[in-house]
């Protein structure tokens, strides 16, 4: 092997090992995209009011809410846990529930008829509980909220996770998604 074809293949490891990093997980604006988009399907929480629909059993279907520790009650399977699970786990659950003494091969499907609210706090023109809707992302919880105040930070934004401890800042971009239950607040800035 010559010197040469050495360097090359050196030179093709390394391009190719540099293909295998992936960044890690922050704050930062591609970060969030990236965790939004990774995340998948959403999972249930409490506070959250599902409709529930059993084939053939009207009976059966029916809107519920998420009570506050994460069960549902349902008539002839009991309370069930639904917190924390996504949709068809608990469609699945569900269906076990039922099959045997109550159903021969039940079919059940769950939507999620409303989520739970998310809050707009700092400066804003209305601060307040606000329905959650999907596609929801900082620049239209602020627009949802009436708009920043003039003292309001152009720049950078802070949220607090649903179920989170702190809040986390982020830049004021629409790229950063808004999910059920987060807390938003828009800082006064600094001049």
């Known amino acids: 092997m010559t010197r040469q074809s050495f360097f090359l293949l050196l030179a093709m490891a390394l391009i190719l090992t540099g293909c295998d990093i992936v960044p890690l997980p922050g704050p930062s604006v591609g970060n969030e995209a990236r965790l939004a988009n990774l995340a998948g399907t959403p999972r249930l929480q409490p506070g959250d009011k599902i409709k529930i629909t059993v084939f053939g059993e009207d009976k059966l279907s029916g809107e519920y809410d998420i009570d506050p520790g994460g069960f549902v009650s349902l008539p002839l399977a009991g309370t069930i846990q639904a917190g924390g699970l996504t949709k068809s786990e608990l469609e699945l659950s569900l269906a076990k529930k039922f099959r045997g003494e109550y159903l021969r091969d039940p079919k059940v499907t769950v939507d999620i ?52 401890r702190d809040f986390q800042e982020y830049p004021l971009t629409p790229t950063i998604p808004i999910h059920p239950g987060d807390l938003v607040r828009v800082p006064e800035r600094y001049f």
Do not use: D, H, M
Request: no cysteine; hydrophobic share 35%; proline share 6%.
């Open 113 to 164: 008829a409303t989520f739970r609210p998310f809050y707009v706090l700092g400066e804003v023109e209305k601060p307040g509980e606000y329905p959650y809707k999907s596609g929801l992302n900082v620049v239209s919880a602020i627009a949802v909220a009436g708009g920043s105040t003039y003292r309001a930070s152009q720049s950078r934004i802070l949220i607090q996770r649903a179920g989170g």
